[in-house]
């Protein structure tokens, strides 16, 4: 199983930017795809973005125009640009590596807070 390290997290003021880094032990090119996730006090985890091995992207709405996805495959490295971000993207972000058919990895997450 490969182990998922992020880092990057911190208190910001709304419009401001912050970059969060995913750090795996082995390969990502060894996964389906590597995402990030995103966990608000209270509510459900939801999937923010997510870049496949042939570099097919997705973003949630939310987050859409705001948020770039990349990758470092020499670096085994998975980054999250946020921009312009808000109060409602404060949440424990979490990066993801589907394994399938073999056990899926999560990070221990990083804490986002963005202030008013």
């Known amino acids: 199983q490969v182990q998922l390290v992020e880092s990057g997290g911190g208190l910001v003021q709304a419009g401001g930017s912050l970059r969060l880094s995913c750090a795996a032990s082995?390969?990502?090119?060894?996964?389906?795809?590597m995402d990030w996730y995103r966990q608000a006090p209270g509510k459900q985890r939801e999937l923010v973005a997510g870049i496949t091995r042939n570099a097919r992207i997705t973003y949630a709405d939310s987050v859409k125009g705001r948020f770039t996805i990349s990758r470092d495959i020499r670096q085994n490295t998975v980054y999250l640009q946020m921009n312009s971000l808000k109060p409602e993207d404060t949440a424990v972000y979490y990066c993801?590596?589907?394994?399938?058919?073999?056990?899926?990895?999560w990070g221990q997450g990083t804490q986002v807070t963005v202030s008013s």
């Open positions: 082995g390969s990502i090119f060894n996964s389906n795809a």
């Open positions: 993801h590596a589907d394994r399938s058919p073999y056990s899926d990895s």
